[in-house]
């Protein structure tokens, strides 16, 4: 049986969790590949909301494995926050949770360096969600960071020791100022807590899961448009959301990769700086901010809101050889009058193309609409 990917393909928060909620109960393993607490999944489970983070969305379901695949970046203190909160609903949850070992470890001056980091940057800041997840990576492609492993290991405090006083270092450098004793201790017993938990190989479950022919959800965070490699750099976060990820993030060859599931919003949201050709940033895009509910569910900023963008979604569709296209919240545009779409960009020069350009920050683009009349009915209904 194939591994289907499920993945964003705007800037995120194109309702990833709803649907792996959804899908969940025809899968036995639900597996995230990339990203870490910067995520904010939320799903329905006894009519009470929750917001994942770092936990796959599949975690409601008894029946089905849930990895957490080495490509994420882990911090300790979320995740036990999230496995307590979700005891309290479904004791048995860590049994069905799988941790790799690969995956890396934020550590809370991780977090500091990247408020120091936007901090220095200015008026020119990503508008990180400031959970450490680019200084994290950043050390882990510096072959310098600490994995989850690294918890069972004798010398674990030894390394730990080496790469605080490294950050310590840079943030002197800095000049920034912290504080992160109250927090290391929490730190501490997170990391005693997670020791807890089922840490593996989890690329030998995932292909043993293969071989036996069980189904596979590898669960996406973040967007295409994210995207270390692809999206608007560098206003992108720090891993690779498109489906290759996929492969690196969770330790699988190319040929067991079936569906590739795409997720999009009917209008665009963004949250954080960075190039939005599309963003109303009058009453119409607070309109769509309102009705669509469009708040941050790790950060709660406002996300900016514009109309759906096609030629970004083609883009992120070609990037990810897309075998299905799953639209949300067309139900936001109900009571719109009139709905518009950006079918092509107009460059400076006054040429169209439906192509991404390399950097739309430092050359703006017009958007080009076809408008089109509004329902105006529930659609629900
Ligand atoms: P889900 O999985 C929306 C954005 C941040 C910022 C940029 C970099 O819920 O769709 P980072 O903290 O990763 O260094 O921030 O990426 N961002 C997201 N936006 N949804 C997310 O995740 C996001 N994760 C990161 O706002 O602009
Ligand atoms: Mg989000």
């Known amino acids: 049986m194939a591994v289907s990917v499920l993945l964003g393909l705007q800037w995120g928060d194109e309702g990833k969790g709803k649907i792996v909620d959804f899908l969940a109960p025809q899968f036995q393993v639900v597996a995230r590949f990339q990203g870490g607490p910067n995520a904010g999944h939320t799903l329905e489970f006894d009519g009470q909301k929750h917001v994942l983070h770092q936990i796959p969305s599949g ?106 006083a490294h950050h310590h270092q840079l943030l002197h450098q800095l000049g920034y100022e912290y504080d992160t004793q109250a927090e290391e201790a929490t730190f501490l017993e997170a990391i005693a807590f997670l020791k807890t938990l089922q840490l593996c190989d989890t690329e030998y479950l995932i292909n043993d899961a293969i071989a036996q022919g069980e189904s596979i959800l590898a669960e996406g965070a973040q967007g295409a448009m994210l995207d270390i490699d692809f999206g608007s750099y560098p206003y992108v976060t720090s891993s690779n959301t498109i489906v290759a990820g ?74 990810n050889g897309v075998t299905q296209l799953l639209m949300m919240k067309a ?41 089109f009349e509004g329902w105006q009915q529930d659609l629900g209904a």
């Open 246 to 319: 996929a492969l690196t993030g969770l330790g699988i060859a190319p040929q067991h990769i079936g569906e590739v599931l795409g997720i999009f919003k009917a209008y665009c949201t963004r949250v954080g700086s960075g190039p939005f050709p599309t963003e109303l940033q009058e009453a119409t895009g607070e309109k769509l901010r309102q009705i669509g509910r469009e708040f941050g569910a790790t950060t709660g900023r406002p996300r900016r809101c514009g109309w759906l963008d096609l030629p970004a979604l083609k883009y992120a569709v070609m990037l």
């Open 59 to 164: 975690i409601f379901r008894p029946h089905i494995k849930n990895i957490v695949g080495n490509g994420l970046v882990i911090d300790p203190i979320v995740f036990r926050r999230e496995v307590e909160n979700l005891r309290q609903h479904a004791p048995e949850i860590s049994q069905n949770l799988f941790i790799s070992k690969k995956a890396h470890l934020i550590l809370p001056t991780h977090r500091v360096l990247d408020a120091a980091y936007e901090k220095v940057k200015g008026e020119k800041k990503i508008g990180s969600t400031l959970r450490g997840i680019g200084p994290t990576y950043q050390n882990k492609i510096g072959r310098q960071g600490l994995r989850i492993g690294d918890l069972l290991t004798p010398n674990f405090d030894e390394k730990y020791q080496y790469l605080k």
């Open 331 to 371: 139900d936001v545009l109900n009571d719109f009058e009139e709905i518009q779409v950006c079918t092509h960009y107009e460059q400076e020069d006054g040429s169209r193309t439906d192509r991404l350009p390399y950097c739309l920050q430092d050359v703006p683009v017009r958007p080009v609409y076809q408008r």
